[in-house]
């Protein structure tokens, strides 16, 4: 079973588990899953790669949809995100912006100098909330959605996310450390701004390195 955070006829948001497609690719995904165990249609309006778990949102009609991708296109659906990457960034807050290349061929998004056909601007800010054995634990709030967008900008400043192996990690102990911490956007009918949070599980690797702020910022 999905676990359900918010449902009502417009909208359903929910915690997404790693290794879950987001969307239909002829196999078991989340919207089927949705389908199957809330009834009626449901609509797509962002994506999380498959090895990424954590907080997603749904519309239930064609019009919620809408709604909630002119949000996304204008900005006001604010993703969070906890990240576990290799060594401690310097400074430990800040932003990053750089020039992304998708590269369909490799299935990798490249940091580039220049701007060409393909190439887009990603943006995002970031704030370590812990360092430990050489990793750290960092808070990511995205302001474009970029495909890998969080993983190939840490890693190409030598910081690959823990388990991403297609990113340059050596850590195999774990999947991608990538998790949609918190969703914060306005109901796609009645306007009510909504705010949504879930933890990865912090006892088990790698973000059992992390316990002490991982409960500090549990749920509230």
């Known amino acids: 079973m999905i676990r359900i955070l918010y449902e009502d006829e417009y909208l359903a948001v929910c915690v997404k588990p790693v290794g879950t497609l987001s ?41 919620a949809a809408s709604v909630l991708s002119g949000e996304i296109a204008d900005g006001g659906f604010v993703k969070r995100y906890l990240a576990a990457v290799k060594g401690a960034p310097l400074p430990d807050s800040g932003e990053m912006t750089d020039l992304l290349f998708r590269d369909s061929v490799s299935g990798r998004t490249y940091v580039v100098k220049r701007p060409r056909k393909g190439v887009r601007e990603a943006r995002l800010a970031y704030r370590t909330l812990e360092s430990a054995e050489e990793k750290s634990l960092v808070l990511v709030r995205l302001y474009t959605g970029r495909t890998h967008q969080i993983r190939a900008q840490f890693a190409s400043r030598g910081m690959p996310l823990l388990g991403d192996g297609k990113y340059g990690s050596r850590d ?36 059992s390195v992390f316990v002490n702020t991982c409960r500090q910022i549990s749920c509230k």
């Open 172 to 207: 195999k102990k774990c999947d991608t450390a990538l998790w949609s911490y918190r969703l914060t956007f306005a109901h796609p009918v009645s306007g009510e701004p909504l705010e949504f949070e879930s933890l990865p599980d912090f006892s088990q690797y790698p973000w």
């Open 23 to 63: 969307q239909c690719d002829g196999q078991e995904d989340m919207v089927s899953l949705l389908r199957n165990q809330l009834g009626g249609t449901i609509y797509p309006v962002h994506r999380l790669d498959r090895n990424v778990g954590g907080v997603m949102a749904f519309a239930r009609t064609a019009g």
